[in-house]
C-alpha cells in the first residue's frame, strides 16, 4: 500500500529549462510534506518543505505547490542546473508521527 | 559541526551472520531514526528514538531486527540470522523535537550473501 507516489521514475530536462516533478499522496492525516535529494552513495539531503495549511512556498530556485483537494504536490526548480541531476523523494509526515513516509523517487537529469 | 555518520559504510556478511550497524547523530539531537533502502525504492522507517528509549518501532520486520540507543546518542540496529533480502542500504536521520525536518547520514550498504 503506498500512500505516497510518485510515477515518473525518471525525467530529463535540459539546462536553463523548469524541472517539474510530481507526487502523489492518499492520506488525508498527511499534515507536512517534504522532498528531499539524493545523490550516489549519499544520504538524502532536505532541500524544501511546505504545510498542509500553505499550497506554495518558495526558496530560491525552488518552488513546492501544494494541491490539497487533488492529493498532489509537485516541486518546480527553474532554472534548472546541471547540478540538480539526482534522485528526487518526496516525503509525507502525519501529524503527531514522526515516521517519513516516502515516495520511490525519481531520477532527473539535467542535459547541458 | 559534523553531520549524522555511519560506520560502516559496506558491509558484506554471509547468510545467517549477526550484522550490527552504528549511527552517530548530529550532535545534541534527541530523536533518532533507522530508514531501509532497498534498490529502486523510497526509504522505509524501520524505528524511532526519543532518547534512550524506542518511540515507535513499528518498522521492523521481524524479531531479528532490534535497535539500540543505551545512552541517548550513538544508536546500533543489530540484526540476527541475516538472509539475503536484507541486502539494502540501511540510513540513519536524527532531528530535535519540533524539527519536522530529519538530517541524513550517508547509510551503510548491506550485502548479504
Known amino acids: 500500500d503506498q500512500q505516497v507516489k510518485q510515477n515518473s521514475p525518471s525525467l530529463s530536462v535540459q539546462e536553463g529549462r523548469i524541472s517539474i516533478l510530481n507526487c502523489d499522496y492518499t492520506?488525508?492525516?498527511?499534515?507536512?510534506f517534504l522532498w528531499y535529494k539524493k545523490y550516489p552513495a549519499e544520504g538524502p539531503t532536505f532541500l524544501i518543505s511546505?504545510?498542509?495549511?500553505?499550497d506554495k512556498n518558495e526558496d530560491g530556485r525552488f518552488t513546492v505547490f501544494l494541491n490539497k483537494s487533488a492529493k498532489h504536490l509537485s516541486l518546480h526548480i527553474v532554472p534548472s542546473q546541471p547540478g540538480d541531476s539526482a534522485v528526487y523523494f518526496c516525503?509525507?509526515?502525519?501529524?503527531?508521527?514522526?515516521?517519513?513516509?516516502f515516495g520511490q523517487g525519481t531520477r532527473l537529469t539535467i542535459n547541458p | 559541526g559534523a553531520g549524522v555518520s555511519q560506520t560502516p559504510s559496506n558491509k558484506v556478511t554471509e547468510k545467517g551472520k549477526y550484522v550490527e550497524l552504528r549511527c552517530d547523530p548530529i550532535?545534541?539531537?534527541?530523536?533518532l531514526y533507522w530508514y531501509r533502502q532497498s534498490l529502486g525504492q523510497g526509504p522505509e522507517f524501520l524505528i524511532y528514538f526519543q532518547g534512550t528509549g524506542a518511540a515507535d518501532d513499528s518498522g521492523l520486520p521481524n524479531d531479528r531486527f532490534f535497535a539500540v540507543r543505551p545512552e541517548g546518542s550513538v544508536s546500533t540496529l543489530k540484526i540476527q540470522r541475516t538472509e539475503r533480502g536484507d541486502s539494502a542500504v540501511y540510513l540513519c536521520a536524527s532531528n530535535n523535537p519540533g524539527e519536522r525536518e530529519q538530517f541524513f547520514g550517508p547509510g551503510t550498504r548491506l550485502t548479504v550473501l
Open positions: 511546505i504545510s498542509s495549511i500553505k
Open positions: 516525503a509525507a509526515l502525519i501529524q503527531g508521527a514522526q515516521k517519513l513516509v
Open positions: 550532535s545534541g539531537h534527541t530523536a
Open positions: 492520506n488525508s492525516m498527511f499534515d507536512y
